[in-house]
């Protein structure tokens, strides 16, 4: 199976910045995509930012010049650099990876972090 730990949530004041990171381990052949997804209490999960292979990035509007992701292929982990916190980003993070996983013939994977909760408050 593949795992996903995520790290580097906390609380922060607006205007303030945190490093979210995530590591993905298990029997991972290959990822093709990492990334991160946000849901606030009350309403739908809802993407972040991602990594798709090739290296193309999307990000949301809402997050667009503030956040941005990076992934290391060696080590299996993606980060969100989080910056110009605003209120509303206050949500729990949840990081994301697809891929395949050992084993013949080889198997689909599509896993997901346990969260790290995010707080954007006076």
């Known amino acids: 199976q593949v795992q996903l730990v995520e790290s580097g949530g906390g609380l922060v004041q607006p205007g303030g910045s945190l490093r979210l990171s995530c590591a993905a381990s298990?029997?991972?052949?290959?990822?093709?995509?990492m990334g991160w997804y946000r849901q606030a209490p009350g309403k739908q999960r809802e993407l972040v930012a991602r990594v798709i292979s090739g290296d193309r990035i999307n990000y949301a509007d809402s997050v667009k010049g503030r956040f941005t992701i990076s992934r290391d292929n060696a080590k299996n982990t993606v980060y969100l650099q989080m910056n110009s916190l605003k209120p509303e980003d206050t949500a729990v993070y949840y990081c994301n990876a697809r891929g395949k996983m050992v084993g013949l013939p080889l198997r689909d994977f599509d896993s997901w972090g346990q969260g790290t909760q995010v707080t954007v408050s006076s």
């Open positions: 298990g029997t991972i052949f290959s990822i093709n995509a």
